[in-house]
């Protein structure tokens, strides 16, 4: 313990010591440790390498650090290889690209085949942070030929690291480069069986689309959402409808309508509640993006559909939609299209229903100008005031103070 305390601020120190005593005191001390016995002590050591590099010349940089890094990154303990992996970022800027391009990428390339599937997927993230001089060579000769095997690798979570930063390798490689080598890799992870996989690989389109463009990834990635969107785990469904603004703005309005529109309605009467609040939120989003009008001619029939639904959490769900496309929308589509709705489901015959129409004015009442407040919303207020249920004449009554009645 006392050896893993002082192997944890030797970094620290090295860089209040003159540099002629840490090569004369301090690398002594700190090559003993990176050989210590316990692998606590030795990880920590790892640590300390990234400060000592900063502080040396590149030729003393080779003469100390590169063994012991060297033989850290082949250490018979996988935590000590982990530490090498995850540190990988800050470790090759320390000792600059000549040194990461001659000793450190055959050690990562080593480490994206590790036999433990943590310290691979430690090194998987790390995959697009070479230094800029020598990021598209070494990627392309001696990365890709490791990634190509991490996608088919067995252990989910190595896929799923590798996934979330995959993508970011497209504006390192290019356009030819990426149609050629990278687009095969991603299509194969958007049909993994794995839930994450898919979804970092989805949530990360925007590195690619900027590089060759949606339409190449428009007809793979389609089976692949729709897929996500239907899984049985509600989660991933949740994760889907979150990232469903962001692929809208880049698949474009007509793509979307086309093939993505009929699925967020159908989120809409989704059986979990936190997914049916979820989609009411994209709407509101998509309606941002793509501007009112298109939310009448799209979203808002199909929104007012649902007031007529045999089944009452549907009809509340129309009302939730309501409540955030006003906002959206605007005083005049809201009086025009939604606000009739709203009143005719205060004659429904469920309360919950009834409640919800006295919350939903609330809501809206801020939105709409002061002739439909007076003429349609305050009268109806006056009416559930008065409804025989005591829920109802609760958020009546409250709707109607905060409207000012």
């Known amino acids: 313990m006392v050896r893993r305390a002082a192997a944890s601020k030797l970094g620290e120190f090295a860089y209040v010591v003159e540099l002629d005593y840490v090569k004369s005191d301090l690398i002594p001390l700190w090559a003993n440790l990176a050989q210590d016995e316990q692998d606590s002590v030795r990880l920590l ?16 940089i080779e003469q100390y650090v590169m063994p012991i890094l060297r033989q850290a990154a082949e250490d018979k303990s996988w935590r000590v290889r982990y530490m090498v ?26 480490l994206l085949k590790d036999c433990e599937a943590e310290v691979r997927a430690a090194a998987a993230h790390k995959v ?7 990021q598209e060579p070494v990627i392309m000769n ?10 088919a690798d067995a252990n989910q979570h190595v896929k799923s690291a590798l996934a979330s930063v995959i993508m970011g390798l497209s504006p390192i490689l290019g356009k030819q480069n990426t149609i050629e080598h990278l687009l095969p890799l991603f299509l194969s992870q958007l049909k993994d069986e794995c839930p994450d996989v898919r979804l970092n690989i989805i949530s990360n389109l925007d590195c690619v689309n900027e590089v060759i463009g949606i339409t190449q990834l428009s007809q793979s990635l389609l089976p692949a959402i729709v897929e996500l969107a ?7 469904r949740l994760a889907i409808i979150e990232y469903m603004p962001l692929l809208a703005g880049q698949l474009g309005v007509e793509f979307f309508d086309e093939k993505l529109n009929t699925l967020c309605m159908t989120w809409l009467v989704d059986h979990v509640f936190a997914i049916r609040e979820a989609a009411t939120q994209n709407l509101k ?18 929104v007012l559909t649902m007031s007529q639904d045999q089944n009452y959490l549907h009809r509340m769900t129309c009302l939730f939609c309501i409540n955030v496309l006003a906002e959206a929308c605007g005083p005049d589509i809201t009086v025009k299209y939604m606000l009739p709705t709203v009143l005719s489901l205060a004659n429904d015959n469920v309360a919950n229903v009834r409640f919800n129409v006295a919350k939903t004015l609330q809501r809206i009442g801020p939105v709409l100008d002061n002739a439909a407040l007076e003429s ?6 006056d009416k559930l005031n008065n409804d025989n249920d005591m829920d109802v004449r609760y958020f009546a009554s409250e709707a109607l103070a905060v409207l000012g009645a």
């Open 376 to 381: 349609q919303v305050k009268p109806c207020l």
């Open 45 to 60: 050591a790892v640590e300390a390498c990234v400060s000592i590099s900063e502080l040396l010349p590149q030729d003393d």
């Open 285 to 302: 989003k998509l309606v941002e993006k793509f501007g009112s009008e298109w939310a009448v001619n799209t979203v808002i029939p199909k």
């Open 142 to 151: 001696n990365i890709l030929p490791c990634i190509k095997e991490l996608v």
């Open 128 to 134: 697009k942070d070479l230094p800029t001089e020598i």
């Open 230 to 236: 239907e899984d049985s785990k509600w989660r991933v």
């Open 85 to 110: 992996a995850d540190k990988f970022n800050e470790i090759q800027k320390a000792v600059g690209p000549e040194i990461t391009k001659t000793d450190l990428v055959p050690a990562f390339q080593n």
